[in-house]
């Protein structure tokens, strides 16, 4: 870091910093799928806040109903009491969302982050069971704190926490073992046999697109199955939609294709709209057995953010908007399986689906040199996996046809700066 204002951060910010370290630059403004830094330089954006920009930077019409909030005055923080702001966010998510999907769910505000809402989801589940054990799954992910991380398959993660995780066992998650195994048939042996050593859970725990974990996608009917097991055995099926839901797939809700109804949702990150702290949890109205307070947080009331997801909803009024999301998702299916055949060298193969996939890579380091010229090309993306082995396409769900192709333009000419600056065979590539 030559830049003092980067030097500024490396002398003052604790070590713990990362993005920073892969996106050396100071920026100063962004727009839609755009981000420019202090010297002017623009980016194109296919990280999108991790999933916290599903709708790009400093949407419109969002931007236009938070500066209206704040110059009339509107309540800024609130803990759970009754807004206007608050009022209009439960209408339009129930009105909007819930009713046409024909999904009766009470509303909860936990704190305003991911792993505040998986924290509320494993605690009603225990509570209203009278179980501990948590069932989570290979590579999955679901937060920092100590909870969530007990339900974290990432052992770097994991070892952060300083204490012993438990109260959770790990099962292998869908196509996980390389035979192609039934792994749902695995996880209901362990509960028929009492001498598996595992008791009858409280809940299990999935995303239906792991993010962090390497956009590993599990089929429709592994998500129907499980939750077969789960209506079974009386088990609290939490799906994480924290990253994987508000359109990142194609639909709101991951998990619609197959068709399922969660006992719990977990959403945040991009549920705010305008990437403002927000995050709810939403529970089957007969699992909604809180005492007043019981779970609570300062922040839980944060009225900005409820202002422009109010608004962030409203796109999704007209068929035409998720339409137009999985139009974009196929055209860069169709991408990655091109980029794939064109450069064999890569080794990779495709992985996710809708606006949440990436390539996996058997070259160790290939993915992450990927990302690291996209960014010399001025293109933010990040990698995912245990070993960085995807590097992840994340571009606004509301992206245009011409920032989206520029954006994959800009991946293939990554790939090739890879494959040249790692001395791999170029006998596919065409300049």
């Given at each position: 870091?030559?830049?003092?204002?980067?030097?500024?951060?490396?002398?003052?910010?604790?070590?713990?910093?990362?993005?920073?370290?892969?996106?050396?630059?100071?920026?100063?403004?962004?727009?839609?799928?755009?981000?420019?830094?202090?010297?002017?330089?623009?980016?194109?954006?296919?990280?999108?806040?991790?999933?916290?920009?599903?709708?790009?930077?400093?949407?419109?019409?969002?931007?236009?109903?938070?500066?209206?909030?704040?110059?009339?005055?509107?309540?800024?923080?609130?803990?759970d009491?009754?807004?206007?702001?608050?009022?209009d966010?439960?209408?339009?998510?129930?009105?909007?969302?819930?009713k046409?999907?024909?999904?009766?769910?009470?509303?909860?505000?936990?704190?305003?982050?991911?792993?505040?809402?998986?924290?509320?989801?494993?605690?009603?589940?225990?509570?209203?069971?009278?179980?501990?054990?948590?069932?989570?799954?290979?590579?999955?992910?679901?937060?920092?704190?100590?909870?969530?991380?007990?339900?974290?398959?990432?052992?770097?993660?994991?070892?952060?926490?300083?204490?012993?995780?438990?109260?959770?066992?790990?099962?292998?998650?869908?196509?996980?073992?390389?035979?192609?195994?039934?792994?749902?048939?695995?996880?209901?042996?362990?509960?028929?046999?009492?001498?598996?050593?595992?008791?009858?859970?409280?809940?299990?725990?999935?995303?239906?697109?792991?993010?962090?974990?390497?956009?590993?996608?599990?089929?429709?009917?592994?998500?129907?199955?499980?939750?077969?097991?789960?209506?079974?055995?009386?088990?609290?099926?939490?799906?994480?939609?924290?990253q994987?839901?508000?359109?990142?797939?194609?639909?709101?809700?991951?998990?619609?294709?197959?068709?399922?109804?969660?006992?719990?949702?977990?959403l945040?990150?991009?549920?705010?709209?305008y990437?403002?702290?927000?995050?709810?949890?939403?529970?089957?109205?007969?699992?909604?057995?809180?005492?007043?307070?019981?779970?609570?947080?300062?922040?839980?009331?944060?009225?900005?953010?409820?202002?422009?997801?109010?608004?962030?909803?409203?796109?999704?009024?007209?068929?035409?908007?998720?339409?137009?999301?999985?139009?974009?998702?196929?055209?860069?299916?169709?991408?990655?399986?091109?980029?794939?055949?064109?450069?064999?060298?890569?080794?990779?193969?495709?992985?996710?689906?809708?606006?949440?996939?990436?390539?996996?890579?058997?070259?160790?380091?290939?993915?992450?040199?990927?990302?690291?010229?996209?960014?010399?090309?001025?293109?933010?993306m990040?990698?995912?996996?245990?070993?960085?082995?995807?590097?992840?396409?994340?571009?606004?769900?509301?992206?245009?046809?011409?920032?989206?192709?520029?954006?994959?333009?800009?991946?293939?000419?990554?790939?090739?700066?890879?494959l040249?600056?790692?001395?791999?065979d170029?006998?596919?590539?065409?300049?």
């Open positions: 870091m030559t830049n003092k204002k980067l030097e500024l951060i490396e002398n003052l910010e604790s070590s713990v910093r990362s993005y920073v370290r892969s996106f050396p630059a100071v920026f100063t403004k962004a727009r839609g799928y755009k981000m420019w830094d202090e010297d002017g330089n623009e980016y194109i954006d296919f990280f999108s806040g991790a999933g916290a920009l599903n709708y790009g930077h400093n949407e419109p019409s969002m931007k236009q109903k938070l500066v209206d909030y704040i110059l009339k005055d509107g309540i800024t923080h609130s803990l009491m009754a807004t206007d702001a608050k009022v966010f439960l209408h339009n998510l129930n009105e909007i969302i819930l046409p999907r024909n999904m009766d769910y009470k509303i909860m505000f936990p704190g305003p982050t991911g792993t505040n809402t998986v924290e509320s989801a494993l605690k009603i589940a225990r509570k209203m069971t009278g179980r501990t054990d948590v069932v989570s799954f290979t590579n999955g992910f679901h937060g920092m704190t100590v909870g969530s991380l007990a339900v974290t398959g990432n052992s770097m993660k994991r070892k952060g926490a300083g204490i012993p995780l438990g109260h959770s066992v790990t099962m292998p998650y869908d196509n996980f073992v390389e035979d192609e195994e039934d792994t749902l048939h695995y996880f209901e042996r362990f509960l028929e046999d009492n001498g598996s050593g595992v008791a009858v859970p409280a809940a299990v725990i999935l995303e239906t697109v792991q993010g962090e974990g390497g956009i590993n996608a599990a089929s429709m009917t592994w998500l129907k199955e499980l939750e077969i097991i789960c209506k079974k055995w009386e088990i609290v099926m939490i799906v994480d939609d924290v994987a839901g508000v359109g990142r797939t194609g639909t709101f809700f991951s998990f619609e294709p197959a068709g399922i109804e969660p006992d719990v949702i977990c945040s990150k991009s549920i705010g709209g990437g403002l702290p927000l995050a709810i949890t939403l529970i089957k109205p007969e699992l909604d057995d809180w005492i007043p307070g019981e779970h609570n947080g300062t922040f839980r009331g944060n009225n900005m953010a409820f202002v422009t997801a109010a608004e962030a909803l409203t796109f999704w009024k007209d068929a035409a908007f998720e339409k137009n999301i999985q139009e974009n998702a196929a055209i860069v299916t169709e991408f990655l399986d091109d980029m794939i055949k064109k450069y064999p060298e890569m080794k990779g193969y495709r992985k996710g689906r809708g606006l949440m996939q990436g390539i996996a890579s058997d070259i160790d380091g290939f993915s992450e040199k990927v990302a690291e010229h996209a960014f010399k090309r001025f293109m933010i990040e990698t995912a996996g245990g070993q960085d082995e995807v590097f992840k396409l994340f571009p606004p769900i509301n992206i245009d046809k011409e920032g989206l192709r520029s954006g994959l333009e800009t991946i293939e000419l990554s790939i090739k700066d890879a040249t600056s790692m001395g791999i170029k006998g596919a590539i065409k300049s």
